[in-house]
């Protein structure tokens, strides 16, 4: 079974810094996509960031960009400059070939 | 810009009820998806189906039927509802396997 790992329930930011939320999977695939989706309040599912297995390089969107170590099966999200509509729950997941494997989340408060 | 339509969005059900909650899109994606969203967990797939006439069973489909017999279409049944199935329901789709998948807004059913 493939498994998705976010260990970190809860976690605070001040507006303006910078935070790293941590995932990891477990897979024996070597072809596969990961991507983190955020979920505020109003519990639409948001796709915040994407990356391919087969990539090197670290995906990048504006403010947010992944740390992807693939030997480690590591895949952390970091939020630069946090807003406070940053603020919402965020799942990491893992697609090998049909459909999302979901971590629990990791719920994000941004503070003033 | 339609997207992913789920309805209804809220539904009480009474033990041993049934009923469909319904989920259409109009991107013409071949893979669609529900996943169920328990307090505090991450989205588990419930079922999911890579085209028209395919369906397969995810991590939880005990109480659940599904059928697609059109690519917009994939609506998810619930025979003899039970307080268990007491969740948020999420339909996904994606053109492929390696594309990201687009949610609907959810429908929150509760069974007393």
């Known amino acids: 079974a493939q498994t998705v790992t976010q260990s970190q329930p809860e976690m605070s930011v001040q507006e303006a810094e910078t935070v790293t939320l941590s995932c990891t999977y477990d897979?024996?695939?070597?072809?596969?996509?990961l991507f983190w989706y955020k979920q505020p309040p109003s519990r639409q599912m948001i796709l915040v960031i994407r990356q391919e297995a087969y990539k090197q390089q670290n995906a990048t969107e504006n403010r947010f960009s992944v740390n992807f170590q693939k030997a480690a099966k590591s895949f952390s999200l970091k939020i630069s400059d946090s807003q406070l509509g940053d603020a919402a729950m965020y799942f990491c997941?893992?697609?090998?070939?049909?459909?999302?494997?979901f971590g629990k989340g990791t719920s994000l408060l941004v503070t003033p | 810009n339609a997207g992913v339509t789920q309805t209804p969005k809220f539904r009480i059900l009474k033990i041993g009820q049934s009923m469909t909650l319904q989920c259409t899109q109009d991107?013409?994606?071949?893979?669609m998806y529900w996943y169920r969203q328990d307090p505090g967990m991450g989205l588990k797939l419930i079922y999911y189906s890579v085209g028209a006439g395919i369906t397969d069973k995810g991590e939880v489909p005990n109480g659940y039927n599904v059928s697609r017999s059109t690519t917009e279409d994939f609506p998810l049944r619930l025979e003899l509802a039970a307080p268990s199935q007491t969740s948020v329901y999420f339909c996904?789709?994606?053109?492929?396997?390696?594309?990201?998948?687009?949610f609907g807004q959810g429908t929150r059913l509760t069974v007393v």
């Open positions: 897979t024996s695939e070597s072809d596969y996509y």
């Open positions: 997941a893992y697609r090998p070939k049909y459909a999302l494997n």
């Open positions: 991107m013409n994606h071949n893979y």
């Open positions: 996904a789709s994606s053109y492929r396997g390696n594309t990201e998948a687009f």
